[in-house]
């Protein structure tokens, strides 16, 4: 009698254990977490140096709580290191005439107004669908590759039948696969 009540205990702190696992909020198929109590390298920005400026009522109205015009701001720097105009972030600005013709094209069967929504909802039951066993979740292993494994282009077959069709494809290699990597000796 006394090792049944015992093999009961036992598994009653097993289930017990297994729900303790059980992860809260979203599930996160990739772990990207520093192993280091160090700093967030990618996180600092450096700020712009401080210039005088030609007169000092060309300086804007202070913002409290807004932005500051040293403060780093990558994506408008990138934009305008492409040779884009930064003035375009801004909301509000509209749609170009350049950018017309493309929206045009990209919406000409139509867009559907709540996609983004239903596609996080639809990604989001995903991930919870394939969050990994119980050991990687303990472990924290990445399980992002072999989750999305289903979704991805096989490379070598995709060029295949592209070159099967008579299309060009004059940026693949020639023998269909990739010998960037490889160094052959002399």
Not at 48 to 77: H, R, V, Y
Not at 88 to 94: I, K, M, Q, S
Not at 129 to 138: A, K, P, V
Not at 141 to 161: C, G, I, K, T
């Amino acid at each position: 009698m006394q090792a049944a009540f015992a093999k009961l205990g036992v598994a009653v702190l097993a289930v017990l254990a297994l729900s303790a696992c059980s992860g809260e909020g979203d599930p996160k198929l990739m772990n990207l977490r520093s192993s280091t109590p160090g700093p967030d390298e990618f996180g600092i920005l450096p700020t712009k140096p401080l210039e005088m400026p030609k007169s000092f009522s060309e300086l804007p109205a202070p913002t409290p709580g807004g932005t500051n015009i040293t403060d780093p701001q990558p994506m408008a720097d990138a934009v305008a290191a492409l040779g884009g105009n930064p003035a375009r972030l801004e909301p509000g600005t509209g749609v170009s005439a350049a950018d017309g013709a493309l929206l045009a094209r990209a919406g000409r069967f139509g867009t559907e107004a709540g996609i983004r929504s239903q596609l996080a909802a639809e990604d989001l039951q995903y991930r919870r669908d394939n969050d990994g066993r119980l050991i990687e979740r303990l472990f924290d292993v990445n399980v992002y590759f072999r989750a999305y494994e289903p979704m991805s282009l096989d490379q070598l077959a995709e060029l295949e039948r592209w070159r099967k069709l008579g299309l060009r494809t004059p940026a693949a290699p020639v023998d269909g696969v990739a010998q960037a990597n490889v160094t052959k000796a002399p």
